[in-house]
């Protein structure tokens, strides 16, 4: 779900509204009548319900859902106050969500609300991204895209691979002032067999996918059908895209600069992070005899035959236990236990005073 009719986007841009900082909102009684609600009170009752979700997502509802007051006159000329809402976005999503889904309107407006919302996400988590991550969030965009303008090449009659590098060629020279891929490779200073897409920055690759769509819809929209014309498009939206660049005080695509890291390097970089590490060894002053033997001095005790008072002849003179006979076998247990957690203890606060050991 990543694209919009015209009659959703007519149907509730005509609505929207922007204030003096140019944040847009919908005023609630507007919605109103385009999601086919009569009465107020109706609607008012989605709106409420929408505000509890809100807060059950641990939003503000006095943010989301801004009440307003609107003065009105009755048919008997009388002037009286009523309620209003100036929504955001997520308050029309959520009011949309909770309304009833059996009116047409209804069903758009999620569409519209739903894609909308998730477009100012991305936007809004795209500012917060490292160059890095914004050049691996482009590349696979500029893939995708690129995807669709062979496609739309190819119904223009560009057949072979000679024929769609000229008509890669004839974008990058409106683009790059005059620099083909070759060009730009060099200019970079690639070698051999390194893509330029490989070492693009994040503002370079959103200029080139800026290109590319437009290029695609140019074709489609003008039912381009020849490679000349098709060359034609290509090199004169890149070169619009040059003169926006240029209007709005950027730096031109050939002088920013090149990433050290290529695309590929990225990925085998996070890959290795994904991998798990294997296991430091930490020195330690308790070598493994001594804890052999501690582990034995443990262990023995529990060879004790279960020999009551009355039977010590059967116990062996050679040893003699370092706790009273008898045991029942859960005491003896709960000894053990006792001594292994008390050893491990030691053992612990031995490796700790060793270097590295995460206490």
């Given at each position: 779900?990543?694209k919009?009719?015209s009659?959703?986007k007519?149907?509730f841009?005509d ?14 009684r ?20 929408a505000?509890i979700?809100c807060?059950?997502?641990?939003q ?25 809402y ?19 309107p ?7 609300f ?29 893939c ?6 062979a ?8 057949t ?7 008509f890669?060629?004839s ?12 060009d ?9 067999g390194?893509?330029i897409?490989?070492y693009?920055g994040?503002e ?6 800026f ?8 074709i ?7 490679p ?7 090199y ?6 040059r003169?926006t ?5 950027g ?26 590490k294997?296991?430091?060894c ?5 070598t493994f005899?001594?804890l052999s ?13 279960p020999a009551c ?10 040893y ?8 029942s076998?859960?005491e ?15 053992i612990r ?11």
């Amino acid at each position: 779900m990543n694209k919009l009719s015209s009659e959703q986007k007519n149907l509730f841009d005509d609505i929207k509204h922007f204030d003096e900082y140019g944040n847009e909102f919908w005023f609630a009684r507007e919605l109103q009548t385009v999601l086919g609600y009569a009465k107020w009170e109706n609607f008012h009752k989605v709106i409420k319900t929408a505000m509890i979700a809100c807060k059950i997502s641990q939003q503000s509802a006095e943010e989301q859902f801004h009440e307003v007051r609107k003065s009105t006159i009755s048919g008997k000329g009388k002037q009286s106050s009523i309620i209003d809402y100036k929504l955001t976005r997520y308050a029309c999503y959520l009011i949309v969500m909770n309304c009833d889904s059996r009116k047409k309107p209804i069903a758009l407006s999620k569409t519209y609300f739903a894609v909308k919302t998730r477009q100012q996400e991305l936007a809004e988590g795209y500012d917060t991204l490292p160059e890095d991550e914004k050049r691996q969030l482009f590349r696979g965009n500029n893939c995708q895209k690129n995807m669709l303008l062979a496609g739309a090449a190819h119904k223009a009659r560009i057949t072979t691979q000679k024929e769609y590098a000229i008509f890669q060629d004839s974008g990058y020279m409106g683009l790059y002032n005059g620099m083909t891929a070759r060009d730009i490779a060099e200019h970079k200073g690639l070698h051999n067999g390194e893509e330029i897409l490989d070492y693009m920055g994040g503002e370079e690759f959103a200029a080139n996918l800026f290109c590319i769509t437009q290029t695609e819809e140019k074709i489609r929209r003008e039912n381009i059908d020849t490679p000349e014309k098709a060359n034609a498009a290509h090199y004169k939206v890149g070169k619009i895209v040059r003169k926006t660049i240029a209007t709005l005080g950027g730096t031109m695509p050939e002088d920013l600069p090149t990433p050290e890291n290529s695309m590929g390097e990225l990925e085998s970089q996070q890959r290795n992070q994904l991998k798990p590490k294997k296991n430091k060894c930490y020195s330690t002053s308790v070598t493994f005899g001594e804890l052999s033997t501690s582990l034995k001095s443990l262990i023995k005790p529990l060879k004790i035959s279960p020999a009551c008072p009355a039977r010590k002849k059967s116990v062996s003179k050679k040893y003699k236990p370092n706790f009273p006979c008898p045991l029942s076998f859960p005491e003896k247990i709960e000894r053990l236990q006792s001594e292994v957690d008390r050893l491990f203890k030691t053992i612990r606060s031995e490796l700790q005073k060793a270097d590295g050991f995460p206490s």
